[in-house]
């Protein structure tokens, strides 16, 4: 009889209630279908980085110093030095953020000196703001942002025509679910803004950047041929499905939900046995 006073105590009976209240809630946010994107697969085919032969950043393309908020130009972010230069989604969300913490990680286990070459960020959507650009720093660099000193930049459409014309570079708005399907690649620059290589952000390894490195910075470039079609895109235009990274975001997301509040309604019971006990 004790037991079953515990079982139907007020505060008990509360916690199952917004326990059984989430999990429903979790349910419909799984389960349920997402929204409709508009790219179909012909629009994703169009995806990809290949830049023409002889490419060259525009060193004087006018963008925004997001940290300082003050304008600027792509020469001056470089600095005379050989750099890697990531095109990102300052709100994307999917790939974009591993993108610029491996990059970090694998800058850093090249060994080289800091001074010695850039990381410089250059956002595809003309609607982010330096404000956006640095909480997607905060949130993804930590404490590593003062060590890794990227440089973050904010374009205009017109820059950004510009600056994607010349390196080849092909993202596409999916107006659907407000987001860019672009290729995840960093573009290693030499010094004069010669396009050096195109790499895959998510293997790169110290050893094969810090080669790159010091060949871009001794201003050889490598072969062009290659078209990388890496995507950065969250939701799967042509099928209507997640993509299997942002699924397993998902699930994660949905196993620690219900895990709290198993602990939750665990912490609660005991409370409430040591109150009527």
């Not at 850039?118 to 595809?124: P, T």
């Not at 790499?199 to 050893?207: D, F, I, K, V």
């Not at 490195?213 to 001794?218: D, I, R, V």
């Not at 201003?219 to 969250?234: E, K, M, N, P």
Request: aromatic share 4%.
């Amino acid at each position: 009889m004790r037991f079953v006073r515990h079982l139907s105590s007020p505060a008990l009976d509360a916690t199952w209630r917004c326990g059984l209240g989430a999990l429903l809630a979790l349910g419909l946010i799984l389960g349920s279908r997402p929204a409709a994107a508009r790219l179909v697969q012909a629009d994703l085919a169009r995806v990809a980085v290949t830049p023409p032969p002889g490419a060259r950043v525009p060193l004087d393309l006018a963008v925004t110093d997001a940290r300082t908020g003050q304008p600027t130009t792509l020469g001056k972010a470089l600095d005379g030095r050989a750099a890697l230069l990531l095109p990102v989604d300052y709100t994307c969300g999917n790939v974009c953020d591993p993108m610029v913490s491996m990059s970090v990680e694998a800058l850093a286990a090249t060994g080289l000196p800091r001074d010695d070459y850039g990381l410089v960020l250059v956002g595809i959507d003309p609607r982010d703001d330096p404000a956006a650009a640095r909480r997607m720093l905060a949130d993804t660099l930590g404490d590593r942002d003062a060590s890794a000193r990227p440089r973050a930049l904010i374009a205009s459409d017109t820059a950004l025509s510009r600056l994607t014309g010349a390196l080849g570079y092909q993202a596409v708005y999916d107006a659907g679910t407000d987001s860019f399907a672009h290729p995840a690649a960093a573009i290693l620059l030499a010094a004069d803004g010669r396009v050096a290589r195109v790499l895959s952000p998510l293997a790169l390894t110290g050893r094969d950047l810090r080669l790159a490195l010091t060949e871009a910075g001794e201003g050889r470039v490598g072969s062009l041929a290659d078209r990388l079609t890496l995507l950065c895109y969250g939701y799967d235009a042509a099928r209507g499905l997640y993509t299997p990274l942002i699924q397993r975001i998902l699930t994660g997301a949905g196993i620690v939900t219900i895990l709290a509040i198993a602990l939750l309604i665990a912490a609660l019971t005991r409370l409430t046995h040591r109150r009527q006990a």
